[in-house]
Every structure is written in structure tokens, then in C-alpha cells.
């Protein structure tokens, strides 16, 4: 790395940060970026701040290294990161062409990983900036996950210590807005985005004291949103069920409750990680992972259910783009379910407060393929290990955790003055899934792995990545050229006349899944598609928030 002297370097109060200047990825990249890594938002969450809410940085006269990324948060999936609980960390990248005295739009990248994994280094930021042709600056960032963010229980509740992984975002944040100018950044034009769990938390801080102005002004919300799957009371029996699992794991079980908070925090990171984990992975078949956002009450981040909050208006009317992919449930269903009553025993355990009309009704909406051999549901692909109800059963949870609440943010924010823009991702990636949960994640960001793979997939991909640095720059996704002049107009969604547009991407393109069909790189269609079965799924929202 150069000495110091050559790098960038930023003074705000925590400190000068020293910087780092791009390889621009051995001249794949159309630019050099100024990259700031690792720079604390938070002090350690570790001993007595374990399970509190974040603790700013203090004011400092030192220097900063910022030429790596910090420790990632505890959390089961690790690459060569270091772990630990002084994780509370971010990167920004910035072009390395300064722009003058013009303050650039900022996007504040949150990951996604159910919460329980994760970190802000898992996608490709760099990329999504250095292609744009309208510059902007990217921040990707930790925050605590599994039982370190989201340990949830009557006793939790009591002591104040919930959803402190929100907390730890809305701190992030709330940094971007005291220092990003430093950086070049413009406070006031601020984009949160985030995919799955990203999604899920970028839709609670849309919902989060709509009466007091945001810390961001558009959102990007991609499969998911703040109804998505379930947001259930912090007392919930289920969450008490996995909190006394969790201390069981964890070798508290027989600890007093009053002395049991400072006995979790006194043991390693190590042995909580584990714990989590070990949590998780017993519930993670059956899609009832422990360790979520919770409805935290008065005064909370999430103070009442999601769906009573969209229907009473509270929310920050500030412009959106959002969207979901055809198959959203096939990474997450058993592949080789070949049953009616395995299809029905899956979504009554997942959702113990549907009643036996509820899971009739959901029997109709999908038909069974087995009973009804015309059933849209019925598995056409053989010899890849596919049982019976395995499209049957993805389709019905994709649209139930994901589409449907995607939808349902379209509908209610498009009644508000800002715009809303839906897209439906459509690439085929796998032949025993589709589309799946995360797919478009390196389509966005114009990812040098898709771009290697053909012609058509670069092209889908550049379209893709023109829209969001548009509506990232201007708030509107048609507005800038980018790299892909001549595509289609997106029009906002309006559900006024109950129907509105959506940018369909890449619909009967299999390249990546080792097929040959191109298909269709963009074009503007009626929401039609699955709108019957996600209007089942929207009827019953509250069923999953208590």
C-alpha cells in the first residue's frame, strides 16, 4: 500500500481517515475509486455493551487507517474477514475524479442474510459505483446479527434490548448525515437499499416516526419489504420457545432471570455465536428463523404491525423502487416435498394462526398438480431430484414471504405523492430453481461475473444497473442515459385502476442455467402476473404480525 502522504485522506471528528486508492480491479473497472474501509460508526459491542443500543464514536485528533474492512459481526458464514464484536463498521467509495465543489448523491447499501448472516462487503458496491455514469457514493456497512442483534423475549423486552441490529443501522445512518459531506456526499440526497433482510430494513425505517423528517430521501427495496414473512410482538411464544433454547445452547438455562442478561454477557463471543447458529439451524427448514425484527412496541423501531401502519399512512412519502423474482421461495423449500399433506403441514407449521378455512383456501389458490393434473403448479422438469410439490410449495412461500409484500408496498406508497417503480426479475439462473431470492443482486450492480457470461446477460444487466444509478442520481430511473441509452421508459406504478406497470427483466433468458435462450431483455407489462394468489396472501398479512 502507498504511504500515507499519497493517499486520500478525509478529517471529520472522529479523527482524519486515510483512504485508499483503487487498482480499478487490473483495468477491468472504468475508474479508480477513493476507498474508505472499515471506519468505526460505533464504539466495541462488546462485555457491558453486548445486547445494548449503539454508542457513537467520540471525537478524536488521531489518524485512522482506512486502507482494509473491519471485523465483520459474529455470524455463521465468514470469509477470510476477521470476527468480532468491534464490528460496527463501514466502507465508502467514492470516484476518484473530484467533482468540485458539487456534493454528490449518496446510496447507503444495508445487506441482507435473514438477518443472522452477512456483512457489508458481501456485495459488489465498488462495481455499482464505478460504472455509473452519473457519479455517486457508496457505503456498505455492518450491523449485529442472530442473537447479538435480535435476541428477542419477555425479558429482552423488559430491559430495552430489542432490535438493537435496526439500531445499529438507524446509527449508521445518522453518521452518513453528520460526515458524508466530508467525503464529497450530500447529505440531503441520501438512498437507502437493501435486498432480502435489506429489503425487510430498509421497509421498518420506511414505516419507522414517519412525523419526523428521515434520514434518507428515496429507497430501493428488493425482494422484501417491511411485511415480509413475519414481524411478530416481542413476546411472542415462538421467540420465548427459541430465547430459552438459545440460553439452554448457550449453558445458562438454571441461571436467575435478573442475573442472566450479565451472565450472557460475560461469556466469549464464540459461545453466543454458537448458540445462535445452532438456534437457527434448527428452525431453518421449517422458515421460522429466531433472531428477526420484532414489534418492539411504543417508542420502538417497529412500535405497531407493519400492515396497521401502511393502512394508517404512516410512512416517509419519499420516491421508491422496488421488486421481486420469479421464483423467491425455491432456495429456501425442501426440493424432493412430493406430498399434498407435506405442502399443507409446511405452511401450518409456519403459520400456526392460520384456521383449517385458511389452509383450505390455500389449498384452492394452488391447486394440487397430483389432483388436478392442469394445475399451474404441476413440476415439468424431470430427472433433476424435483419432487411433486416442489413448484407447488416455492411458488406459494416466494409469493407469501416476498411478492406479495413487495406488492403491497407498491400499492400503499403509490397512493402518496412520491413515485413508486415495480420490477419483476425473470433470468432463469438454475434449472432446478428459476429465478431465485438474490439472483438479480450482480445484475444491479453490473458484476464482472455477469458480465463474463454472454452477450444478452451483460445487456440484461447493464439495464438493470442504468435504472437504479438513475433513480439513485435523480430519483427517477429514466432520466439518466447510463449504460443502456435506448431502453424502455419505466413508468410509475399506479394500482389507481387496480393494475399498475412493471419492468419485467430478462424473461426466457436461461444462459446462466447452461441453456441458449436469450429472451427478452426489458419491457413494461400489466402486474398481472400471480395477482390472484397475492391477494390471498396480502388478505391474511396480519396473520403473520401477532
Known amino acids: 500500500m502507498p504511504d500515507s502522504a499519497s493517499r486520500p485522506r478525509v478529517t471529520i471528528r472522529q479523527g482524519t481517515i486515510v483512504g485508499a486508492r483503487s487498482d480499478r480491479n487490473h483495468g477491468k473497472s472504468p475508474q479508480v475509486l477513493d476507498e474508505f474501509l472499515g471506519i468505526p460508526y460505533a464504539l466495541s459491542t462488546a462485555g457491558e455493551r453486548r445486547f445494548r443500543p449503539p454508542v457513537p464514536v467520540g471525537a478524536s485528533n ?13 455470524a455463521g458464514d465468514a470469509d477470510e474477514t476477521p470476527l468480532g464484536e468491534d464490528c460496527l463498521n463501514l466502507n465508502i467509495y467514492r470516484p476518484g475524479i473530484q467533482y468540485g465543489r458539487a456534493k454528490l448523491p449518496v446510496l447507503v447499501h444495508i445487506h441482507g442474510g435473514s438477518f443472522n448472516f452477512g456483512a457489508g462487503n458481501n456485495r459488489q458496491i465498488s462495481s455499482f459505483v464505478a460504472w455509473s455514469k452519473k457519479p455517486f457514493i457508496g457505503i456498505s456497512f455492518n450491523y449485529r446479527l442472530g442473537a447479538f442483534g435480535f435476541l428477542s423475549s419477555k425479558l429482552m423486552g423488559k430491559e430495552g434490548l430489542l432490535n438493537v441490529g435496526l439500531k445499529d443501522q438507524q446509527l449508521l445512518l445518522q453518521w452518513v448525515k453528520d460526515n458524508i459531506a466530508a467525503f464529497g456526499g450530500d447529505p440531503d440526497d441520501v438512498t437507502i437499499m437493501g435486498s432480502s433482510a435489506g429489503a425487510h430494513s430498509v421497509g421498518h425505517h420506511l414505516l419507522n416516526n414517519p412525523d419526523k423528517p428521515p434520514l434518507f430521501h428515496k429507497a430501493i427495496i428488493e425482494s422484501g419489504g417491511a411485511t415480509a414473512r413475519a414481524v411478530r410482538p416481542y413476546d411472542n411464544s415462538l421467540f420465548e420457545t427459541q430465547f430459552q433454547e438459545f440460553i439452554s445452547h448457550a449453558g445458562l438455562l438454571d441461571v436467575p432471570s435478573d442475573k442472566l442478561i450479565d451472565q450472557l454477557r460475560a461469556l466469549p463471543w464464540s459461545k453466543i455465536k454458537a448458540a445462535s447458529e445452532t438456534i437457527y439451524g434448527k428452525y431453518d ?3 421460522r428463523w429466531p433472531f428477526q425484527p420484532v414489534i418492539d412496541g411504543e417508542g420502538g423501531i417497529i412500535p405497531i404491525a407493519p400492515i396497521k401502519a401502511w393502512q ?22 425442501e426440493p424432493t416435498i412430493s406430498t399434498s399433506a407435506q405442502f399443507t403441514s409446511f405452511f401450518a407449521t409456519l403459520l400456526p394462526t392460520f384456521s383449517p378455512d385458511d389452509l383450505e383456501a390455500l389449498g384452492k389458490v ?4 397430483i389432483t388436478h393434473p392442469s394445475s399451474p403448479y404441476t413440476e415439468t422438469r424431470k430427472n433433476i431430484g424435483l419432487g411433486a410439490q416442489f413448484f407447488r410449495t416455492e411458488q406459494a412461500y416466494g409469493h407469501y414471504a416476498y411478492i406479495a409484500p413487495v406488492r403491497q408496498t407498491a400499492r400503499f406508497a403509490s397512493k402518496g405523492p412520491a413515485p413508486v417503480y415495480l420490477y419483476h426479475y425473470a433470468v432463469t439462473g438454475r434449472k ?8 438479480h443482486n450482480d445484475f444491479v450492480t453490473y458484476s464482472q461475473e455477469i458480465r463474463n ?3 444478452s446477460v451483460m445487456e440484461i444487466s447493464a439495464n438493470m444497473h442504468a435504472y437504479w444509478t438513475s433513480f439513485i442520481t435523480t430519483g427517477d430511473p429514466n432520466t439518466e442515459g447510463g449504460l443502456a441509452k435506448e431502453r424502455p421508459t419505466w413508468p410509475k406504478y399506479d394500482y389507481a385502476q387496480g393494475v399498475g406497470k412493471v419492468a419485467l427483466f430478462g424473461e426466457g433468458n436461461d444462459e446462466l442455467a447452461s441453456g ?13 402476473w400471480a395477482k390472484e394468489e397475492c391477494q390471498f396472501w396480502m388478505e391474511r398479512t396480519g396473520l403473520s404480525e401477532i
Open 62 to 74: 488521531g489518524e485512522f487507517d482506512a486502507g482494509q474492512y473491519g471485523y465483520r459481526c459474529p
Open 285 to 287: 427448514t421449517s422458515v
Open 312 to 333: 394508517a399512512g404512516k410512512w416517509h412519502q419519499v420516491p421508491i423502487l422496488t421488486g421481486f423474482n420469479t421464483n423467491e421461495g425455491a432456495i429456501f423449500i
Open 366 to 369: 394452488y391447486p394440487d398438480p
Open 432 to 439: 432446478d430453481g428459476g429465478a431465485d431470492h438474490g439472483d
Open 453 to 455: 457470461v454472454s452477450p
Open 516 to 528: 441458449n435462450q436469450k429472451g427478452v431483455v426489458v419491457k413494461i407489462v400489466d402486474d398481472l
